[in-house]
């Protein structure tokens, strides 16, 4: 399976919710059963601080959707600018795959 690119874009004090579904390489779903899920949000690839953002396989695993969350604790302590940010599964013998990437861009609340 390929990684997807896809960019995203948080508020400042706002829940952040997005579910996604990993795909094989002819288009069907790819069955999460067994899987982990991780997610970092980064300045730069090379950085070493990091935001952990919530991610969960959702129900069916093998609908192959993951979840991936911040609340709006965590989105109000964020600086606004421009991250990245990556998406790993691993399965139960440890094979690491990354399957979504991409850039973050925080906005600044009015509202906070």
Known sequence: MASAVSNLLIYQGSDFIIDFTVENDNGTEFNLTGYSVACLIKKHYT???????????????????????????????????????DVVITSSSGIKSRVLEGSVSVLEGVTL
Not at 68 to 76: D, E, P, R, V, W
């Open 47 to 85: 950085s070493s601080t990091s935001q952990t953002v919530t991610a969960a396989v959702l129900n069916p695993a093998t609908s192959g959707r993951i979840q991936l969350s911040l609340t709006n604790s965590q989105t109000a302590a964020m600086k606004s600018g421009r991250f990245v940010y």
